[in-house]
């Protein structure tokens, strides 16, 4: 049973930084690409960035995120980062991450198309104080 677990969320001022960890099992981690997503308090899932299986050479961000974070992983340990940089108060929400064989599926979701699955964690929360 592919299970996923987030981590490293908190609370900090604007302009801080933060580096998220999500740690997976049950599957095969190199095989599969990773994404990131989140969800503020009265509004929909978006993507946030993703990550190509293997050696994740190919990465994709959504507009609001490009230039501040950075999606990588070690698959050695099973487990997805996201750095966080230069944080805003719009980026509160409840970051989760997500893993599919399909690397496109991922980036389509990322630019505004619905996706769900079954393997959704719990999550970490963010909050950007301003």
């Known amino acids: 049973q592919v299970q996923v677990v987030e981590s490293g969320g908190g609370l900090v001022q604007a302009g801080e930084s933060l580096r998220l960890s999500c740690t997976a099992s049950?599957?095969?981690?190199?095989?599969?690409?990773m994404a990131w997503f989140r969800q503020a308090p009265g509004k929909e899932r978006e993507g946030v960035t993703c990550?190509?299986?293997?050696?994740?050479?190919?990465?994709y961000y959504a507009d609001s995120v490009k230039g501040r974070f950075t999606i990588s992983r070690d698959n050695a340990k099973n487990t997805l980062y996201l750095q966080m940089n230069s944080l805003k108060p719009e980026d509160t929400a409840m970051y989760y991450c997500?893993?599919?064989?399909?690397?496109?599926?991922?980036?389509?979701?990322?630019?505004?198309?619905?996706?769900?699955?079954?393997?959704w964690g719990k999550g970490t929360q963010v909050t950007v104080s301003s």
């Open positions: 990550i190509s299986g293997g050696s994740g050479i190919i990465t």
């Open positions: 997500a893993p599919d064989r399909n690397y496109w599926k991922l980036r389509d979701a990322i630019r505004g198309t619905p996706y769900d699955h079954n393997y």
């Open positions: 049950g599957l095969t981690f190199g095989d599969y690409a």
